[in-house]
């Protein structure tokens, strides 16, 4: 038995690490290919630093490009590694470009692919996630759902009941393993110069809200319209492509607004943790704000996450001031401590459960021909 671990950015390589590191706890033959659609030190080598992952065995340098130029430059780079490593199972988690270029490149080869985070979605196909998901789920051959609302969706989208399994999110496995060491660890309160429950933790990267100038102007509106009633600091670290539209449209920022630059994963643990409320339209922040009880308002018209409002730890607002304000008193009307809900994401061993199943069921094909 052979796993092809295929990761390309942040979120993957937090949410692939469990995975990377159970498949080593089992001496299970693996290699990892990095597409690198993320390579600035602190969107990559950080993370594989801190949760002490191996190199890569394969970098394919891709960089930033155009999606079909990034993604077919990706299909270029890995199919001549799988026709060499003849994976019995290549594992993708997501839904970025590196995760629909990984699947295809596999399903050409019929390689069986396993997708991590299987079934989500938004109903939003101005996003380019979705597109990413759907067409992965659809070329999978081993669907690790989160929960039952994704087994339905890909039941009722005409995929086989057997090749999905409920297994949980990965990205529980990460934060859990990671609370304590990042508690005593990092730094990030003092060095911001920030108490715990007195600052807004902000993230924002969606081409929707940052890559058109009056969307990233409405954005800050809501920002100002909470600063304005509640006087808090508003941490951001600043995702890379936000900064550069900043800079793009020669947007000042307010001085409530502490920007950093992206920050590592147990900083960034430690800053969820101790905020007063978030406020995002990242996919894994909805899900570890919820698994850390802190509140979450999603910067977004949609989620691909509803378990996380259904449990009552997140409220959709769009980039609309009102609604966040609104969200934003109801949250900090009620005393911090009474913010609990139940757990839709995962028990923090969904990495050892997906390496069970594949296990279990893929038969070695080492000597398979791969045509
Ligand atoms: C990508 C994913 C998105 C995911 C996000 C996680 C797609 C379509 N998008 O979005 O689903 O939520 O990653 O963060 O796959 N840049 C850097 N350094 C880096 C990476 C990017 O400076 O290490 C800059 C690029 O130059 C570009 C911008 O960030 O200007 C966008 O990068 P890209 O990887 O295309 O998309 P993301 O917005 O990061
Ligand atoms: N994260 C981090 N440092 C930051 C911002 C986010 O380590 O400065 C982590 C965060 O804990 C989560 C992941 O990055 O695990 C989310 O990544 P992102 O929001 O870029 O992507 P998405 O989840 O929206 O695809």
Redesign the pocket.
């Given at each position: 038995m052979k796993i092809g671990i295929i990761i390309g950015?942040?979120?993957?390589i937090?949410?692939m690490s469990p995975v990377i590191h159970e498949c080593k706890k089992r001496g299970i033959a693996y290699f990892i290919i990095h597409s690198n659609q993320h390579y600035s030190q602190?969107?990559d080598s950080?993370?594989f630093k801190e949760l002490e992952l191996p190199e890569p065995d394969y970098n394919l340098g891709v960089g930033f490009g155009l999606h079909s130029n990034q993604m077919g430059n990706i299909l270029i780079e890995m199919e001549p590694i799988l026709l060499q490593e003849k994976p019995d199972v290549v594992l993708v988690q997501?839904?970025?470009n590196t995760v629909l270029a990984g699947a295809l490149a596999a399903s050409k080869l019929d390689i069986k692919v396993g997708h991590i985070e299987a079934g989500l979605r938004s109903y939003d196909r101005t996003m380019p996630?979705e597109t990413n998901r759907i067409l992965t789920d659809h070329m999978s051959e081993y669907l690790f759902a989160v929960g039952p609302n994704q087994y339905a969706i890909l039941a009722k989208e005409g995929i086989d009941g057997d090749k999905i399994f409920t297994v949980g999110n990965t990205?529980s496995d990460?934060?859990f393993q990671h609370l304590d060491i990042s508690a005593s660890t990092s730094t990030i309160l003092a060095d911001l110069g920030v108490t715990s429950g007195k600052f807004f933790l902000v993230?924002a990267?969606?081409a929707s809200n940052v890559d058109i100038p009056a969307n990233l102007l409405e954005l800050l509106a809501v920002f100002d319209k909470l600063h304005a009633k509640y006087s808090q600091t508003i941490v951001w670290?600043?995702?890379p492509r936000t900064q550069a539209k900043l800079k793009e449209f020669s947007i000042e920022l307010p001085s409530y607004l502490k920007l950093?630059?992206?920050?590592?994963?147990?900083?960034?643990?430690q800053?969820?943790k101790h905020a007063q409320l978030i406020l995002?339209?990242?996919?894994?922040?909805?899900?570890?704000a919820c698994l850390l009880g802190v509140p979450c308002i999603t910067l977004r018209e949609s989620t691909e996450r509803p378990e996380s409002i259904e449990v009552g730890a997140n409220v959709l607002v769009g980039r609309d001031a009102d609604r966040a304000l609104a969200a934003a008193d109801k949250w900090l009307a009620s005393d911090a401590a009474s913010f609990s809900w139940s757990n839709p994401f995962g028990d923090g061993h969904v990495a050892e459960t997906i390496l069970d199943i594949i296990t279990n069921s893929v038969p070695s094909t080492l000597e398979k021909e791969i045509i």
């Open positions: 950015t942040r979120p993957e937090i949410k602190e969107m950080i993370f997501g839904d970025t996630e990205v990460s934060l993230t990267h969606r670290p600043i995702h950093i630059p992206p920050i590592g994963y147990f900083d960034f643990i800053l969820q995002t339209d990242s996919g894994g922040i909805q899900e570890e």
